[in-house]
């Protein structure tokens, strides 16, 4: 008898660990070298160390967390783009590991091809508004909030106390 992990390894053709990149995002490490590289060495200014980039970052995020928690709105400067939160509707998605414990328990379930489907809750999104903006190029001004101010804008908004427009 196979075991759990074996069957879902089976079932989804898995061989081997895949390793996958994470992306195009920056870390802050990355960040902190291009500024130190590309804005502080030509210009010869010696600056700050690592540990004090990575606590000047977070104080700002922090603080813009709160503020905008609180009801402020933010906008970049020369009306480049604006902080906004918009509610995203739930949707029917299919439940993989619901529908493969379902295959594993059942093998008929699996023969016909049946999925477990469920609802997604609503979720709000921070997004930014380039409508109206005077700037062509919206991809150079990307800026990505962090992850806690993601989770706390969310449990805001479950509890009610999040105004959206």
């Known amino acids: 008898m196979e075991t759990f992990r074996e069957f879902v390894d089976r079932v989804l053709k898995r061989k081997e660990k895949r390793n996958h990149p ?3 995002h920056p870390t802050i490490y990355e960040c902190y070298n291009w500024v ?14 690592r540990e004090e980039f990575y606590r000047i970052i977070k104080a700002v995020n922090l603080i813009v ?10 906008s970049f400067p020369d009306g480049v783009l604006m902080i906004k939160i918009k509610v995203q509707e739930g949707e029917r998605y299919i439940s993989w590991l619901d529908t493969l414990k379902a295959w594993y328990s059942d093998n008929t379930l699996m023969e016909d091809q049946i999925h477990i489907k469920k609802n997604k809750e609503p979720r709000v999104a921070i997004v930014y508004g380039k409508v109206g903006t005077r700037i062509k190029n919206h ?27």
Request: with cysteine; hydrophobic share 30%; proline share 2%.
């Open 65 to 74: 967390k709160d503020a905008y928690l609180d009801g402020y709105e933010f």
């Open 22 to 24: 994470r992306g195009n």
């Open 139 to 165: 991809s150079k001004y990307t800026f990505s909030t962090n992850r806690a101010f993601k989770i706390d804008v969310n449990n805001k908004f479950k509890e009610g106390n999040l105004e959206v427009l």
């Open 36 to 49: 130190r590289d590309n804005c502080l060495k030509p210009a010869g200014v010696k600056g700050v160390n």
